[in-house]
């Protein structure tokens, strides 16, 4: 995984987890994105580049924002979960 791919990874996975998930514009911009490198990063963590051929990372999916129907926010799937937790455990080792 890149480390640009993996930066915005942790950012969605600790506020995803803190109980305040962002958005892409919102996790680019926490890790120094643009909106487009933003997407195309997300898009390799989430399932959607299945359809196009390339392996989908699944540790990241889209939902609807809670309060605003207009936005979407990435939480983390099941898998995210148990890939950030290994990651954590190594980085406090």
């Known amino acids: 995984m890149p480390m640009s791919v993996a930066a915005l990874f942790i950012k969605i996975a600790e506020r995803d987890l803190a109980g305040d998930p962002l958005g892409i514009t919102e996790a680019g ?3 120094g994105m ?10 390799l963590l989430d399932y959607k580049l299945a359809e196009r051929g390339a392996e989908p990372l699944g540790l990241v999916r ?4 809670p309060r ?9 799937t099941e898998t995210g979960r148990m ?8 980085v406090k080792a």
Do not use: I, M, P, T
């Open 83 to 90: 890939f950030y937790g290994r990651l954590a455990s190594l």
């Open 68 to 76: 605003d129907y207009r936005r979407k926010v990435l939480k983390l």
């Open 29 to 31: 911009e926490a890790v």
């Open 34 to 43: 643009s909106l487009a490198s933003a997407s195309r990063n997300a898009l």
């Open 62 to 65: 889209a939902a609807r924002h």
